[in-house]
């Protein structure tokens, strides 16, 4: 067990070098992260113009919202492990793991795990840096129930995340571009997963149906969580759905896997 265990150690250490050395990377995207947050901020402002509040919530709340959403995406957001997948399938660097007693899931989830680390920290910086700007404006609410369902489902969060990712990359056994599924899946993230705006502004029955989407329960969910945008008992109801659509995607990931190698031919590598 202890074995085990070490070498999937050993990836996250090496994930984690490897992603220090390319942290400007991160650095970047966060900076164009809270240059969005700046084009929100106009955005809303506006909005709430007309209206002091919008489904209950204040701009103070809304805008609270997203930040706490881009700081979750950033340290549970899979950026680029589908293609990452797809190119190690493309170029025969997948092989090596076919003769190894690794699992090339709990591999590539160490790699990711460890990413996750370094772009998580990295945006704080700027969040360090906008915070005499944006800091009046955040309003978070109380209550220590928020934290300790909210890390439970923000950590669920990113394991969905990168299942699915890990699930658009297995499609290189079939298709030799997977391009157009990663960019039609990040459309649907960004619409169903509140990234464009907050979820529960949906009329009822829309908002009724995506609750039971993954997409919901990817970044939205432990934001919402956070920001106080559902209640406690909302969220004791949600987390078992969370669970059943990460082990669901698991089982999906295995079942890919397993046919993919049906199909590859070790070549390369």
């Known amino acids: 067990m202890h074995a085990a265990l070490n070498k999937y150690r050993c990836a996250f250490l090496l994930g984690l070098q490897s ?28 909005a ?7 489904g209950g919530f204040g701009f103070a709340q809304t805008l609270t919202y997203f930040v706490t959403l881009i700081i979750v995406q950033f340290f549970i957001g899979a950026f680029n492990e589908d293609y990452q997948i797809n190119e190690e399938i493309r170029n025969g660097l997948i092989n090596q793991f076919l003769l190894k007693p690794i699992n090339y899931f709990l591999y590539r989830f160490s790699i990711f795990t460890a990413a996750r680390v370094v772009s998580g920290l990295v945006v704080l910086v700027p969040l360090a840096v906008a915070m005499p700007f944006l800091g009046h404006y955040l309003v978070l609410p109380h209550g220590a129930w928020r934290l300790a369902l909210g890390f439970p489902a923000m950590a669920m969060g990113g394991l969905i995340q990168f299942t699915v990712a890990y699930c658009f990359g297995m499609l290189t056994f079939w298709f030799l571009e997977i391009q157009g599924f990663i960019i039609l899946s990040m459309a649907l993230e960004s619409v169903l997963g509140g990234q464009m705006f907050p979820l529960d502004l949906l009329p009822a029955g829309a908002y009724r149906v995506i609750q039971y989407l993954p997409f919901y329960y990817q970044s939205y969910f432990p934001a919402a969580i956070f920001t106080g945008r559902i209640s406690g008992w909302e969220a004791l109801r949600h987390l078992p759905i969370q669970a059943a659509w990460a082990l669901a995607l698991f089982g999906l990931a295995s079942l890919l896997w ?12």
Do not use: D, E, K
């Open 19 to 46: 992603n220090v050395v390319y942290r400007w990377n991160f650095a970047i995207r966060s900076c164009f992260s809270f240059f969005q947050l700046a084009v929100v901020f106009v955005l809303w402002r506006a």
């Open 48 to 54: 709430y113009q007309s209206s002091p509040t919008m």
């Open 258 to 269: 397993r046919r993919g190698l049906l199909r590859h031919t070790a070549v390369g590598g």
